[in-house]
């Protein structure tokens, strides 16, 4: 049963409006199971013969008002029966015969009928049996539903405790942490309805003032400015600080204009070499004048030890009385003295100059060897000093360095904190969004539980509605329907699943052919391997493009190359060792030299053998 057999049977009973109505609008009184039988009665047994036309109401109610007496009941039943026995009575031969005819074609119409009645009752027995073999799975399926439900439900349930217990521990924490954060007064918590009072002293660096360390640390930088004015000669201050001593840098001794602090001003350097080279000039007169002095002191100091002996042997009576012996000693002494003399003079002209001359270049060596140790002491006493300042402004500098570095690791402890506030915040917003759009999907009355089972559509129902649009968008005509049915909307699903599950046939079949393409291209590929490379065993090398003789030749070239390449090298490696031992022996270079003339040019062999002779005479001349 449809609605389209029961727009046929209003058509056939000449109903007027019966060619306006549209069969699927119809489709939800078929839904309801108590008007199912009536229908199917109606639209089965009701028909033309037993239905009064126009004319014939017209006629009865004719009848009626002209005040003739009207057979109903018992009466009308009895007049029927007599009715048909006086016309089978008066029947013919002929018309019993058409009166036989049509009682069998009634009597095949009617076994027909019983015959599709049978299988319709087959196929409703069937269907029954597979629609209590459903339900009896359904009832399966609806316990492990609802066990599944309660596990859901009280999984929910525990979610929804751990997410309440987690939002009450993030309230709290974000409370202590704007706590930790707030300097003015109480901090109150109305979603958890806690009050807790900020901590009487500052928590984080950043909350503490600096202005006292800021004033020590000036204080300090003023002392050491002065303290370096006062340890240093005039000048040193201005070069170690800058800015009115405000910054300090590391005195650089070899910096041509930090010469002052070894004693070497431009003046000073001018005046050194003058100086030098005066006692360069006057160190031959005062070494020779010295010299004289000294043989002078030694000659008075020999003159008088002789002297004292003489009066030693004087008082000891060992002096000789003999006048002879004296005079002899007296020239003796005289002649030795002569001999001294004369010795002193030669060396006095010839070997002391000589000696000066050579002592000078260790003298000056002496005097700038104490210059340079006046200017290493110098140097030594700055450089001391500045250790001193260096001692102090590194100090100055790790305190300020672990300042610094103590804000900069507070700093991102707050970058990390502000990161995991945005990211909570971030994450509140989103799952609230989430359990927005949850409730309003929930509002849908598609999902509503205590929606009535009706056949038809209903238009709050967006969900099913925009279903059946995409579902049944094929098959919509141009004409609007009043209602949409899930009839129609379960036609569309079959239809749907019937296109799916020939596109997966479709599928299986062009993987089938693609898989049999890639066989032939396989085939293909080795065919083709097996021409490029000869039918060789192996394709991991180069294919073979080239006759095999020709491949032996260009093998035996190559080792030839290869031989002729090596000897190359030899030759090349035996050339620079010669040449290597030319470069070293110049006797061997200028034979080689000479051969190369006698060979090629010899006409310059013979101008270089001339010049020869001529150079061996003239040494011998010299």
């Not at 008002?65 to 007599?82: H, R, Y």
């Not at 995409?470 to 569309?492: I, P, Y």
């Not at 046939?505 to 097996?530: F, G, P, T, V």
Request: neutral net charge; glycine residues 4%.
């Amino acid at each position: 049963m449809s609605g389209r057999q029961f727009v046929e049977t209003l058509k056939q009973l000449g109903y007027p409006k019966a060619h306006s109505l549209d069969p699927s609008g119809l489709e939800w009184m078929f839904e309801c199971e108590e008007l199912v039988p009536f229908l199917d009665w109606f639209c089965t047994n009701v028909n033309s013969a037993n239905v009064l036309d126009a004319k014939e109401l017209e006629e009865y109610e004719t009848l009626i008002k002209s005040g003739e007496a009207v057979l109903d009941g018992t009466q009308l039943d009895e007049a029927v029966k007599n009715l048909i026995s006086a016309e089978e009575e008066n029947l013919s031969v002929d018309d019993l015969k058409k009166q036989n005819d049509q009682l069998k074609r009634d009597i095949e119409c009617s076994r027909k009928r019983k015959q599709s009645l049978i299988q319709k009752r087959n196929r409703l027995s069937l269907h029954q049996t597979g629609l209590t073999h459903r339900v009896s799975k359904l009832k399966t399926v609806e316990s492990k539903a609802k066990s599944q439900y309660k596990k859901c439900l009280e999984q929910t349930q525990a979610d929804n405790t751990q997410m309440n217990n987690s939002l009450d521990d993030l309230v709290k924490s974000v409370s202590q942490t704007t706590i930790l954060y707030d300097r003015k007064g109480e901090v109150s918590d109305q979603n958890s309805h806690v009050t807790l009072d900020r901590p009487t002293s500052p928590v984080f660096l950043s909350q503490l003032s600096q202005e006292e360390y800021n004033k020590t640390e000036d204080k300090f930088t003023q002392e050491l400015t002065s303290y370096t004015k006062r340890l240093f000669f005039e000048g040193i201050a201005e070069m170690t600080g800058q800015d009115e001593g405000s910054r300090y840098e590391i005195l650089e001794v070899s910096d041509p204009e930090n010469l002052l602090v070894r004693g070497e001003a431009e003046e000073i350097n001018i005046s050194e070499c003058k100086e030098l080279a005066r006692i360069q000039a006057f160190y031959p007169k005062s070494e020779a004048k010295r010299i004289n002095a000294l043989m002078n002191s030694k000659q008075a100091n020999a003159c008088v030890q002789s002297a004292q002996d003489i009066i030693q042997s004087l008082k000891h009576g060992d002096f000789g009385r003999d006048s002879s012996k004296l005079s002899q000693r007296i020239n003796e002494k005289r002649n030795a003295v002569s001999l001294v003399k004369r010795e002193i003079a030669g060396m006095a002209e010839r070997d002391i100059p000589a000696l000066i001359q050579e002592s000078t270049a260790s003298q000056v060596s002496k005097i700038l060897t104490g210059d340079y140790n006046l200017k290493l002491a110098r140097q030594d006493y700055f450089i001391s000093n500045q250790d001193k300042i260096l001692n102090e402004l590194i100090l100055q500098r790790s305190r300020n360095e672990f300042l610094t570095m103590a804000y900069e690791v507070e700093a991102r402890n707050h970058r990390d904190i502000h990161r995991l506030l945005t990211a909570v915040k971030q994450l509140l917003y989103t799952q609230l969004k989430s359990y927005k759009d949850r409730m309003k999907m929930m509002e849908d009355p598609a999902l509503s539980s205590t929606r009535q089972q009706r056949g038809t559509i209903d238009s709050r129902d967006k969900f099913s509605t925009n279903l059946h649009h995409m579902l049944c968008s094929e098959d919509r005509e141009d004409k609007k329907h009043l209602f949409l049915t899930f009839n129609s909307l379960v036609q569309g699903a079959d239809k749907l699943r019937q296109k799916c599950s020939s596109m997966k046939i479709n599928r299986i079949a062009l993987e089938e052919k693609q898989e049999d393409k890639l066989k032939q291209l396989e085939k293909s590929l080795q065919m083709s391997e097996q021409v490029v490379y000869s039918g060789s065993s192996t394709t991991s090398g180069q294919p073979c493009m080239t006759p095999g003789q020709l491949m032996e030749s260009m093998t035996q070239l190559e080792e030839m190359l290869r031989k002729l390449e090596q000897s190359i090298k030899e030759v090349v490696k035996d050339l620079e060792k010669r040449k290597q031992t030319l470069r070293h022996d110049t006797l061997l270079c200028k034979e080689r030299r000479l051969f190369s003339h006698f060979f090629i040019n010899p006409s310059q062999l013979n101008t270089l053998f001339d010049e020869l002779s001529s150079r061996l005479q003239a040494q011998k001349l010299h």
